[in-house]
Nanobody, 121 residues
Framework: VQLQASGGGLVQAGGSLRLSCAAF????????MGWFRQATGKELESVGR????????NYTDSVKGRFTISRDNAKNTAYLQMNTLKPEDTAVYYC???????????????WGQGTQVTVSS
């Protein structure tokens, strides 16, 4: 699976952005999709993930109630809707496709190139 993230940009605090992650490959509909972010000087952080069929989502506490992950398997695309953005959401955002391995852990096998999100105060 090849992934291409897009939709980043500059937005004022309180604004919204929607990121897209287009997937190219036959296994998208079978893959868990995750969104991650990395702010300058900080470690990579998980934002959330969505199950292969879209029925289940999980989010890190700092974005709960503000961010929504969705997917359209017919379009091979995952989305990250970000509302009520804060300056601390500023980061490079990455999408990833993965699976749960035999140990029950998430294995993120494929990554997109990242898209910059900057939230001004």
């Amino acid at each position: 699976v090849q992934l291409q993230a897009s939709g980043g940009g500059l937005v004022q605090a309180g604004g919204s952005l929607r990121l897209s992650c287009a997937a190219f490959g036959r296994t998208f509909s079978k893959s868990i999709m995750g969104w991650f972010r990395q702010a300058t000087g900080k470690e990579l952080e998980s934002v959330g993930r969505i199950s292969a069929n879209g029925a289940s989502t999980n989010y890190t506490d700092s974005v709960k109630g503000r961010f929504t992950i969705s997917r359209d398997n017919a379009k091979n695309t995952a989305y990250l809707q970000m509302n009520t953005l804060k300056p601390e959401d500023t980061a490079v955002y990455y999408c990833a496709a993965g699976e749960v391995d035999f140990r029950g852990r998430y294995a993120w096998n494929y990554w997109g190139q990242g898209t910059q999100v900057t939230v001004s105060s």
